[in-house]
């Protein structure tokens, strides 16, 4: 079936280091692949998306990178910063009934910034 | 503009107490989801819809029944709840054509003792 898996599960970095979240997924029709970032008790938030069409995507500090081929994306966050402690979730699109209408999400990164 | 709504926000049921949650969106949007999030399993696919009077099942949908009677409603039903629906629940739309992002509802802590 369809499946996401993301590692690593928890990581630690410096501050002002950089982190890399990896992700691979098993449907090859897949197109579509968000990166959502959820803080302490709140609810998740989309911070970037990339298309299959694309190999890769920039926004400020944080990036992703998708190999089709391989089936696997990554998302680097550089010059990490207090704010970015949180769990982040890879996700991508499955076989719904139209392009991306179901998403399977991977099981969470939880980044912790040391200052 | 409210964005995404869920009621209740907490709740607490018996086993084998029935309740249905309610996700409400004013934004228009054709798909709508129910989520579930438990420790360290991300978030699973219960059941979704990609418009009024549709439903789909997701990830995990056993032991739950959803409604789509209008555009901006999409409940979803417990009808005997156990100790293993124990999970905060994430409802969440999205627009259709190129506006795949979907946003998410504020949650709903559901324990069943």
């Known amino acids: 079936g369809e499946n996401v898996e993301q590692h690593p599960s928890t990581l630690s970095v410096q501050e002002g280091d950089s982190a890399v979240i990896k992700c691979t997924y098993s449907d090859s029709a897949s197109n579509y692949f968000p990166w959502y970032k959820q803080e302490l008790g709140k609810r998740p938030q989309l911070i970037i998306d990339i298309r299959s069409n694309v190999g890769e995507k920039k926004d400020q500090r944080i990036a992703v990178t998708l190999n089709k081929t391989a089936k696997h994306f990554s998302l680097h966050i550089t010059e990490t910063q207090p704010e970015d402690s949180a769990v982040y979730f890879c996700a991508a699109s499955g076989r719904g009934y139209s392009s991306a209408s179901k998403i399977i999400f991977g099981s969470g990164t939880r980044l912790s910034i040391r200052p | 503009n409210a964005g995404v709504t869920q009621t209740p926000k907490f709740r607490v049921l018996k086993t084998g107490q029935s309740m249905t949650l309610l996700c409400a969106q004013d934004m228009n949007h054709e798909y709508m989801y129910w989520y579930r999030q438990d420790p360290g399993m991300g978030l699973r696919l219960i059941h979704y819809?990609?418009?009024?009077?549709?439903?789909a099942k997701g990830e995990v949908p056993d032991g739950y029944n959803v409604s789509r009677l209008k555009k901006q409603n999409f409940l979803l039903g417990l009808e005997s709840a156990a100790p293993s629906q124990t999970s905060v629940y994430f409802c969440a739309s999205r627009g259709t054509g190129g506006a795949y992002e979907q946003y998410f509802g504020p949650g709903t802590r559901l324990t069943v003792t």
């Open positions: 819809s990609v418009g009024e009077g549709t439903t």
